[in-house]
């Protein structure tokens, strides 16, 4: 059997990457989604393992000293982190493996395995970006400028990437993510 | 606008490339088919810049010598050739421009055009590829003993391309040549 292949899913807050992987995870089989590792407090309803796998910060912190984690971060206290056996466990078993992370993250990943594909979703325009941040309505003025001056850093890493689906169109967008994973299968690994 | 993206399609004798190429050019507009040069003489029905482009011996020579092909080979005593100027200029008007070309031809426009995107077409096994050219029953035994020997040597090049569509499947393998093309829209040019 040949290994599956590790896809890096990332793009500014906004650009709608969740909503493009979560349909394109319900059609591609091969397709696995990472769950990443948190030591927050499970919430109602969330099973370990499928929303997060749940840790003792000792736990994640040893997990770190061992360079277990492809990559991880701290934000508000809790650390979240991509725990790299059960990546490697489910490419082994010939699954694709897909992570949604932080564009920081990605960059992590990046350097830790070139093997990685790394796929960034941007705005059609930062002025279409905050139209749809400012759209939510959840979050204050302040927050969506802060969120819109993050997006501008982000999209400056653009280039650094192996793809970049402009979501300008939700359609067009699953279909081409779906084709990236399709083209990637018959890519000859040098 | 962006220009186009030029794709080189190849693969062993029964392969069936030519079928995928004819029903995936049916349903993608941006595509266009590179027309070749030649100077056999035409058959009936066959239109210049269509079919081929005819031209004389002389015409095709002086081409050459200015570095006008982005490959040629000669045939039975007849030139054939693929003019570059034309694959530019529907570059620039933004079509992407797809050759069909023997694997010879393929791998020297890989080193004059580095930009080309390689796709090989694979057949499933030598087995596979025998019982197809068998089953043709349109040429001795001799000359598919001779096609199965130069498939061999062509099969050794494929890992210098940048896809293998494996053509087990005719639906699939379409499917595969559309993904890759799709793929590349997306792909970040370095």
Chains 1, 2 share one sequence.
């Not at 694709?96 to 350097?111: S, W």
């Not at 001056?149 to 300008?168: G, M, P």
Request: hydrophobic share 35%; glycine share 8%.
């Amino acid at each position: 059997m040949n290994p599956g292949k590790l896809f890096v899913f990332t793009g500014p807050s906004g650009t709608g990457k969740g909503t493009i992987l979560s349909q394109v995870l319900a059609c591609e089989p091969q397709l696995r989604l990472s769950v990443s590792a948190t030591t927050r407090q499970p919430r109602e309803g969330e099973v370990n393992g499928v929303h997060y796998w749940f840790m003792s910060q000792a736990e994640f912190e040893n997990k770190i000293e061992h360079d277990a984690f492809l990559e991880h971060a701290c934000y508000v206290g809790n650390y979240y982190g991509t725990p790299e056996q059960p990546v490697n466990d489910q490419l082994a078993e010939g699954y694709d493996v897909i992570l949604e992370i932080e564009v920081q993250g990605a960059m992590q990943i990046h350097k830790k395995r070139p093997d990685a594909i790394m796929v960034f979703v941007a705005p059609p325009s930062m002025e279409e970006l905050s139209n749809r941040l400012h759209g939510r309505g959840t979050e204050s003025s302040e927050k969506v400028a802060a969120r819109l001056a993050q997006a501008e850093t982000e999209l400056s890493h653009q280039s650094q990437f192996d793809y970049v689906i402009v979501n300008d169109d939700l359609g067009e967008a699953i279909a081409d993510l779906r084709a990236i994973l399709r083209a990637e299968r018959c890519r000859v690994v040098r």
